[in-house]
C-alpha cells in the first residue's frame, strides 16, 4: 500500500477536517454518511425506462429516481473505460494522471502500465477519514500488483482488472465461428452467443487470481451477494462501496432468473438484472437501518457500444455513443439517493464523475489531495437545490481536447465516430445549443460568435494547466 501518502493524507484530516463550501450536513445524521457508487460498463443514456426506454424495464432504478435526484447533464471524463475510471477515482481529467492516450484508448492485459502512485484515490482519502472501503467489479486502471484497489486505498476487492472481453481465448473463438466470414469483432457467433470459456479473464480477490475465465452468467449476482455482505458486516463504522458492474460491456451474460425475461431482447436482460440489483442495495440499506445515512449515486463509465447494434444499448435523444466526444459518448444516466436528505426531483445543472471526490470529501469531512482537481463539490446542490457549480465540460479523445461545453453550448474542434476513420476538424468549431438541440444537429456557430470566443478563451487557460506526463497507457 501507498503508506507514505496514506500517512501524510492522515495527518491532514486530523489537522484539518473541513467540510469544503462549508455546505453544513442536517442536524439529524452523523458526520459521516455512508457512500456508495454503482458503476455500471457501457450503459446508454437511454436504458432506464426512467429516461424513456420503451421497452427495458426498471422499476428499482426508476424508484431511485423519484425518491431521489435524477441528474440530465452529467458527464464523465472519457469516452471509455480506463480514462472514465481514472477521472472518477481522482477527481481529475486523465491527462493529468497519464491515463489517456493517443496510442491506446484503454488498458490491456499486456499493459505495464496503471494509475500512479502519486495519485489519490477517493477510496485513499475516505479511508484517511477513517472510512473501511471495499470495491467489488472491474476495475481497469492497471493489473499489476502496484495498480490493484487493494494498493490504492480499498480494504478489499472482489471482482475483474479489465473488461470481461479481454484475454480472448483465440482458438476457441474461431471454433466457435467456423465458417461465419463476415466481420468476427462486431458480427460473431461468440458475441451472439457467449461462452465463458471464451475468455480467460481472471477473477480476483485482492491480489490472488481465484479462477480463469469464471462464469460470467453469475458475476452480477455474485458482485451483489458481495456487496451486500460489506454493508452488513461493516455498518459499525462508516463505509465506502464501489461497485463497478462488468455488464453490460459484450460479451453480455445473465444469470438464469434473468434469461429471457425481457422483450428487448438480450441486452435487455442484462439490463433488468443490474436494476435488480440495485434493487437488492437499496433494500439492504433500508432493512439495516441504512439508508437515511448512506448517499448512494448510480452513474455508467461511458455511452453505449452502437456497433454492437441491440448487444449494445442506446443513448435516447443524444448523438454517437461510446469511443465518440459526441454526447451519447459521455453524457450518462445518473440518480443521487439519500433519504431524507436530498430533496428528490430532476436536476437540468451540469455535473460529472469529477465531481464526486470532491463532493464525498464535503460529505465526510475528508482532507482534499493535494493535486489539481477539475471536480467541484455538488453538496449545496444535492442538499438545498442550489445551482450546480459546474458550468464547462471538457471532452479529450485520448489526451486532445474535441469539444468544449460551456453553459447551453457546445463547441467541437474536431469530431469522429467512436470507432470509425472518419475524423473531421472545424475551423471554425461546429456549436451547439445543447438545451435546444440535445441531438447535435443544428450548427448555431454563426449565430453566437461570442459563445465560441468564450469556450476559445477556456480552452487555451485549460491547456495552460496541464502538465505533460508519463503516458501509462502505452507503456508495454
Known amino acids: 500500500m501507498k503508506l507514505s501518502k496514506l500517512f501524510s493524507i492522515s495527518l491532514m484530516a486530523l489537522t484539518c477536517v473541513i467540510l469544503i463550501g462549508c455546505t453544513s450536513m442536517p442536524s439529524s445524521k452523523t458526520s459521516q454518511p455512508n457512500i456508495v457508487v454503482i458503476f455500471v460498463d457501457d450503459m446508454g443514456y437511454g436504458d432506464m425506462s426512467c429516461n424513456g426506454h420503451p421497452t427495458i424495464k426498471t422499476p428499482n432504478l426508476d424508484r431511485m429516481a423519484a425518491e431521489g435526484q435524477k441528474w440530465t447533464s452529467f458527464y464523465v471524463a472519457a469516452s471509455v473505460c480506463t480514462p472514465s475510471r481514472a477521472g472518477l477515482m481522482t477527481g481529475r481529467y486523465p491527462v493529468r494522471s497519464g491515463m489517456c492516450s493517443d496510442k491506446k484508448r484503454v488498458l490491456f492485459p499486456d499493459s505495464l502500465g496503471g494509475l500512479p502512485a502519486a495519485e489519490t484515490t477517493m477510496a485513499e482519502m475516505l479511508k484517511a477519514r477513517g472510512y473501511a472501503t471495499a470495491m467489488v467489479g472491474k476495475w481497469h486502471l492497471g493489473h499489476l500488483p502496484q495498480f490493484l484497489p487493494v494498493n490504492n486505498g480499498f480494504d478489499s476487492w472482489y471482482g475483474i482488472p479489465y473488461s470481461n472481453d479481454m484475454d480472448g481465448d483465440n482458438v476457441k473463438i474461431k471454433a466457435a465461428n467456423k ?9 460473431g457467433k461468440h458475441w451472439k452467443e457467449p461462452r465463458s470459456e471464451y475468455w480467460n479473464v481472471p477473477l480476483m480477490e485482492g491480489e490472488t487470481i481465484l479462477q480463469r475465465s469464471p462464469n460470467q452468467e453469475l458475476l452480477t449476482k455474485t458482485y451483489t451477494e458481495k456487496s451486500i455482505d460489506f454493508i452488513r458486516t461493516r455498518k459499525s463504522k462508516p463505509f465506502f462501496l464501489y461497485l463497478a458492474h462488468s455488464m453490460p460491456h459484450v460479451p453480455l451474460f445473465r444469470s438464469d432468473a434473468f434469461k429471457d425475461v425481457s422483450t428487448a431482447g438480450l441486452y435487455g436482460d442484462v439490463i433488468e438484472e443490474v436494476d435488480w440489483s440495485v434493487g437488492q442495495i437499496m433494500r439492504t440499506l433500508r432493512d439495516e437501518g441504512l439508508a437515511e445515512n448512506t448517499l448512494v449515486v448510480f452513474t455508467s463509465d461511458n455511452g453505449p457500444w452502437l456497433r454492437f447494434k441491440t448487444l449494445g ?10 469511443g465518440s466526444t ?14 431524507g436528505t436530498i430533496q ?7 455535473g460529472s464523475t469529477l465531481d464526486l471526490l470532491p463532493t464525498t470529501a464535503a460529505i465526510s469531512g475528508a482532507t482534499l489531495p493535494q493535486a489539481q482537481l477539475d471536480g467541484y463539490n455538488l453538496l449545496p446542490s444535492l442538499l438545498n437545490g442550489k445551482p450546480s457549480p459546474r458550468r464547462e465540460m471538457i471532452y ?26 472518419d475524423l473531421e476538424t472545424h475551423n471554425p468549431p461546429l456549436l451547439f445549443n445543447l438545451d435546444h438541440d440535445p441531438g447535435e444537429n443544428y450548427n448555431v456557430a454563426d449565430k453566437h460568435p461570442d459563445v465560441l470566443k468564450q469556450i476559445e478563451q477556456l480552452r487555451k487557460k485549460h491547456e495552460a494547466g496541464v502538465k505533460p506526463v508519463e503516458d501509462q497507457l502505452a507503456k508495454r
Open 179 to 187: 465458417g461465419i466470414s463476415k466481420n468476427l469483432w462486431i458480427e
Open 313 to 322: 444499448g442506446i443513448a435516447g435523444p443524444l448523438r454517437g455513443g461510446k
Open 326 to 339: 459526441w454526447d451519447g459518448g459521455m453524457r450518462e444516466p445518473c440518480i443521487f439517493w439519500w433519504p
Open 344 to 350: 428528490p426531483g430532476i436536476v437540468h445543472g451540469l
Open 396 to 421: 479529450y479523445r485520448g489526451q486532445e481536447i474535441y469539444a468544449i461545453r460551456l453553459g447551453s453550448f457546445k463547441a467541437h474542434f474536431k469530431t469522429r465516430s467512436g470507432y470509425e476513420n
